[in-house]
């Protein structure tokens, strides 16, 4: 539910930073981007906790590099939204696209067993 909160606002804050393409609407859409992957990286560490730390899942996920890379960017693209927001979009853009080339991790995971 956590995570499905912050999923919700993307699109207001998305109309917000698309109307006024200013530092505070992409400081603010930034926030919402940082806490929907906070909320992600906890559901994967809860998920590792509640199948164990030998299930597919846990060995696939691992540490989750790809998660805590997208919020140290996040964090990036918050602080530097006061110098250039089109820094930030940049940025955002990146992470984007970062998670758009496919994951094998699980997949892999899954066709070994």
Sequence with gaps: ?????WLSLIPFVTNWMGEHFETDPVAVYGGVLWFAGLAYYILSRALISHHGKESVIAIAIGKDEKGLRSLYIYTAAIILSFLSP?????????VAVMWLIPDRRIEERVAQK
Excluded at 1 to 5: A, D, E, K, S
Excluded at 86 to 94: D, G, K, P
């Design 1 to 5: 539910m956590h995570l499905l909160f």
């Design 86 to 94: 089109w820094i930030s979009a940049a940025l955002y853009v990146i």
